[in-house]
């Protein structure tokens, strides 16, 4: 039985703190270090600049997407994104700049101290640092790169790992927040599979059943990008409620992922949040149904794409938000500040609840 005090606020907004824990988690896979945005004893203003600059960017982002003539005219929108643009360019290239020389060093210290990369038994010095075994460090190993080409890499990958991610997990809060029950059998969950742990292995992201599901419904209910959009490579023919259209090659076809899945001739109560429709029981009682197609077909499953060009941090993002909702929700219950707050999704680089209702955390005791 779980009982719950009030833990003292750290000054930063809900939605902020998700942007600051998806830059930690990503910037750690990055570099091999964590700059530890979200503990603000110990915070650097450089990094809370440029996770302000990401979300501030990707914002812009949305309202030029609307105004797409302003980018022509050299408007106050696009300045502006430009302008975070600019700052999260020169901050992501001076860092895996500063990361590179440090790796390149330490592997020429290891040269010099040893031969061998055989960890002798007993020894509690390994050949591989964390710096050496993070990603911009694997790139820097295998030599395939040029020292520019890891540079380039490094600022649209490092801005992307913020606020795309932010996204995702911003709604999954939101939905668990306005729903006790739910998220009560979710703590539940986490309790019985890690008893406090931290997940840590691709094994336990697995176990993890019911959590796996209010992810999956968080997006059928909310996607934070409704529309997928294809250009055809070739000539296609497509069968809608019996009536056939010829697509010649070329054509650029939208998927409307909110279609089906919201639609009550395909599935029950859509507009509630229940993850229990994702349980493998459920998902297997409607094999052969069209409600199969409309829960579980493999275009509407998350907000990653399908095929060559499906996001290629798809697996990372999953792990990232899968690890801080088994941390997060063993640890507290989310609540709303304001019970009757009202908000509408809004179109920014994708969609985001505005305005975002404030949260509070509240800490479980468990007995």
Same mark, same amino acid.
């Given at each position: ?18 942007? $600051? ?120 190993? $295998? ?72 992810? /999956?419904?968080?997006? /059928? ?36 992922? $909110? ?49 060559? /060009? /499906? ?57």
């Amino acid at each position: 039985m779980a009982g719950y005090e009030i833990t003292e606020s750290k000054n930063i907004a809900f939605v902020d703190f998700l942007s $600051r824990s998806a830059f930690d988690m990503f910037y750690a896979i990055m570099y091999g270090e964590s700059p530890c945005t979200t503990d603000s004893s110990i915070v650097n203003p450089g990094n809370i600049d440029f996770v302000t600059s990401s979300q501030n960017a990707f914002d812009l982002t949305g309202q030029l997407i609307t105004n797409p003539m302003d980018k022509i005219f050299g408007g106050d929108i696009y300045r502006k994104f430009k302008l975070y643009m600019d700052k999260t360019t020169i901050f992501a290239r001076e860092k895996t700049a500063g990361y590179m020389s440090r790796i390149m060093t330490e592997v020429d210290n290891d040269k010099n101290e040893t031969s061998s990369s055989v960890v002798v038994e007993g020894s509690n010095k390994c050949p591989i640092a964390a710096i050496k075994n993070s990603f911009v460090g694997r790139l820097v190993n $295998r030599g395939e790169l040029s020292s520019n080409d890891i540079l380039s890499l490094g600022t649209p990958m490092l801005m992307a790992g913020v606020d795309t991610t932010a996204y995702v997990m911003s709604w999954l809060y939101l939905n668990l927040a306005t729903n006790p029950n739910v998220q009560t059998r979710l703590a539940q969950e986490l309790r019985t599979v890690l008893n406090g742990a931290d997940v840590t292995t691709v094994e336990q992201i697995q176990s993890l059943t019911y959590l796996k599901a209010c992810i /999956r419904e968080s997006h /059928r209910l909310t996607p934070p990008t409704p529309m997928m959009i294809k250009t055809l490579q070739e000539d296609t023919d497509v069968v809608i409620d019996g009536v056939r259209y010829d697509i010649p090659a070329g054509v650029r076809v939208g998927l409307n992922l $909110r279609g089906y899945p919201m639609d009550s001739r395909y599935v029950d109560n859509p507009q509630l949040f229940l993850p229990e429709r994702f349980l493998p029981d459920a998902v297997l009682a409607r094999k052969g149904t069209l409600s199969e197609i409309a829960l579980d077909h493999p275009a509407f499953a998350d907000p990653f794409g399908r095929g060559k /060009r /499906r996001c290629l941090g798809s697996n990372l993002a999953i792990a990232e938000i899968t690890i801080l909702a088994a941390r997060l929700i063993q640890d507290y219950e989310l609540c709303l500040i304001d019970p009757t707050a009202k908000w509408k999704p809004k179109q920014k680089l994708m969609l985001k609840a505005h305005p975002y209702p404030d949260m509070k955390l509240v800490r479980r005791v468990w007995s």
